[in-house]
């Protein structure tokens, strides 16, 4: 059993000729066909967009988009938002808020940071002072 493997950075684009993502790695398994992965962009507006089964091109070669086993992530159905961008919104929305949360959970890390390190700048002055009158009252005796 014989196969290849090489690692890539090839286009990939759907009939409209739109770029959807880029090829990362390939295999030629001679029993099996032909297998790649790569990253192609799942969503557009905010709302995911359904890629299963479609048909690409890879370097101008034909290719169908499958699913990933083990990938657990999912986002809102273009279908559920049919007619209007609510569904958009509310994932921009939902990401502005994640954003904002974690730029506030940053600023509180980074002054706790700040608080520790003064705290132990303050200690390590105490112990100065503390070793310095010691060695003071050394020289006077």
């Given at each position: 059993s014989s196969s290849s493997s090489s690692s890539s950075s090839s286009s990939s684009s759907a009939a409209g000729g739109e770029v959807l993502?880029?090829?990362?790695?390939?295999?030629?398994?001679?029993?099996?066909?032909?297998?790649?992965?790569?990253?192609?962009?799942?969503?557009?507006?905010?709302?995911q967009v359904p890629l299963k089964g479609i048909s690409v091109l890879v370097d101008g070669q034909p290719a169908k988009v499958v699913d990933v086993?083990?990938?657990?992530?999912?986002?809102?159905?273009?279908?559920?938002?049919?007619?209007?961008?609510?569904?958009?919104?509310?994932?921009?929305?939902?990401?502005?808020?994640?954003?904002?949360?974690?730029?506030?959970?940053?600023?509180?890390?980074?002054?706790?940071?700040?608080?520790a390190k003064a705290d132990r700048l303050r200690a390590m002055q105490e112990r100065l002072a503390a070793f310095q009158a010691t060695?003071?009252?050394?020289?006077?005796q």
């Open positions: 993502g880029r090829l990362t790695s390939y295999a030629n398994l001679e029993q099996s066909g032909h297998f790649g992965l790569g990253y192609i962009r799942c969503r557009k507006g905010g709302v086993p083990y990938a657990t992530r999912q986002l809102p159905v273009a279908g559920a938002a049919a007619g209007s961008t609510a569904a958009a919104d509310a994932a921009a929305d939902s990401l502005q808020d994640r954003a904002a949360a974690a730029k506030l959970a940053k600023q509180a890390e980074k002054a706790a940071a700040e608080a060695q003071q009252k050394l020289k006077q």
